[in-house]
Structures are given as C-alpha cells and as structure tokens.
C-alpha cells in the first residue's frame, strides 16, 4: 500500500521502522501527556500496544514522519502519532485518509478528555464524540467517523459539476 497526499507518502509497516516508532512512541506520549506518570513507560511500549494491529508509517522525503496503528476488524484507531517537525503539516490527516478505505463504515477511536489538541484534530476531520468513558489512562471521549457507503461516495462523485 502506498498512498500519496501532497508530499507525503503512506505505506505498510516494515519491521525496520521499529526502532524509529518505539522512539516517536514514547517521547511524543511525554511531550504530550503531561498529565500521566510516565516514569514506567519504556522503547517496549510500542511493541505491546500495537501487537496484531495494521501500522501505517507516514514518510516525507524519505523521513518518518508519524504513524498509525488500527485493528481493521474492529474499525478501530488505536494510536495516531506525529513527529513534532511534522505536526500541523497534514501528515495526520494523510494517515486517516488512508485508514478509511481499510475500514468501511463507521470508525471509532479513544481520545483522552485531557488531549484537547487532538480532539481539537479529530473534530476537525470530521470525527464526532459518541459518548465518554473512564479508562486506565483517564477519561474519554469516543468518537466516530462515519463513512458513507461506496456507492454513495461513487454517486457523489459521479455527480461533482
């Protein structure tokens, strides 16, 4: 799978990305979530938290620029990840885009109450809060993204002047 989106390239997961996202993984949880102790969190992380998951990595001129990880089955986004050089560039928004066509119909993901910065993202992709939750790592909105059937997105397409 390679999809471009402007400069940006998203591709399968290689075994060789490993290092760079167990990096990425754990310094933007710490740049990012202030709020939780992170004095267990460790390289490893990565390894545990998408195990049996499909990662995209997001490139620019060869450099990772972020990733995601979903379970295709459940439709779910589990991470979403940006290296901060990268933020605000489109390299998220080039990561679900190529998320949704693996997951036809309604996606959902976690977001952290505390993580306004990314609800403020999701919202503005067009992703809606459900409901809200209480997990391990604090409070939750769940959020949909709902996708119209493949005929009616041909349908629409088809009928663009």
Known sequence: MNRNSGDITVRNYQEADRPFLRTLFLASRKANW????????????FDAVTLGEKILVAEIDQDIAGFASLTVQDRFLHNLFIAPQWQRQKVGTALLDACYPLCRGTMALKCLMLNQRALR?????????????????????????????????????????
């Open 121 to 161: 993202f999701y919202l503005h992709n067009g992703w809606r809060v459900i409901t809200t939750g209480l997990a391990e790592n604090g409070e939750y909105y769940l959020m949909h993204h709902r996708q119209p059937p493949a005929s009616s997105r041909r349908n629409a397409a088809s009928t663009r002047p």
């Open 34 to 45: 202030l709020w939780l102790d992170d004095r267990h969190w460790k390289l490893e992380d």
